[in-house]
């Protein structure tokens, strides 16, 4: 069974970066229909899609983050990695990873990590 | 279209049914899915494509689509069941992920 766990400094100064891992355990990173995906939910607000990668490296990226976000895998060790550049306060938010499961024309996150809060905050 | 719209509250009286929509353009051309959140908790996928529920969850639970609109359905609604649903999808190009702004289920 697939196990997902974020962790990354709980507080950044804004216009630094942010710099996240997931780590995976218990399942492959090496299926092609797997995406590994960074989502994110501001405290009392809905959840955002920041990006996916797949097992080759393409990235698929929120065009609304303007390209402050990139997301790297690591099969060898198990691990994607998201940065976040240029913070504000607006980026506060528990940030996910997440398994997506792509097909033709449908998709779905099973399993997600347990979420880690980032404050951007001086 | 670049959006999933959700109503922002539903209530049910217990053991009744209650039906969550989401309503966009690229709905015509890709599947929904529907995942619940406690507080506290990460999302859990609840309903996936046509109408697929994952291993463990409750089958009062159903999903369903009609043009541009999806809907979730929970038959006979359980205390357990109050918690956020947000539905996603992705844009017309299907290229960018999209979830609904979030549906706050109250169980009376």
């Known amino acids: 069974q697939v196990q997902l766990q974020e962790s990354g400094p709980g507080l950044v100064k804004p216009s630094e970066t942010l710099s996240l891992i997931c780590s995976v355990s218990?399942?492959?990173?090496?299926?092609?229909?797997?995406?590994w995906a960074w989502i994110r939910q501001p405290p009392g607000k809905g959840l955002e899609w920041i990006g996916s990668?797949?097992?080759?490296?393409?990235?698929y990226n929120n065009p609304s983050l303007k390209s402050r976000a990139t997301i790297l895998v690591d099969t060898s060790k198990a691990q994607v990695s998201l940065k976040l550049s240029s913070l504000t306060a607006a980026d506060t938010a528990v940030y996910y990873c997440a398994r997506a499961k792509v097909a033709a024309t449908l998709d779905w996150f099973d399993p997600w990590g347990q979420g880690t809060l980032v404050t951007v905050s001086s | 279209s670049s959006e999933l719209t959700q109503d922002p509250t539903v209530s049910v009286a217990l053991g009744q049914t209650a039906r969550i929509t989401c309503q966009g353009d690229s709905l015509r051309l890709f599947y929904t899915s529907w995942y619940q959140q406690k507080p506290g908790q990460a999302p859990v996928v609840v309903i996936y494509?046509?109408?697929n529920r994952p291993l463990g969850i409750p089958d009062r639970f159903s999903g369903s689509a009609s043009g541009n609109t999806a809907s979730l359905t929970i038959t006979g609604a359980q205390a357990e069941d109050e918690a956020d649903y947000y539905c996603?999808?992705?844009?017309?190009?299907?290229?960018?992920?999209?979830f609904g702004g979030g549906t706050k289920l109250t169980v009376l």
């Open positions: 996603h999808s992705r844009d017309s190009s299907g290229a960018v992920v999209l």
């Open positions: 218990g399942g492959s990173m090496t299926s092609h229909n797997y995406h």
């Open positions: 494509g046509k109408n």
């Open positions: 990668i797949d097992h080759s490296g393409s990235t």
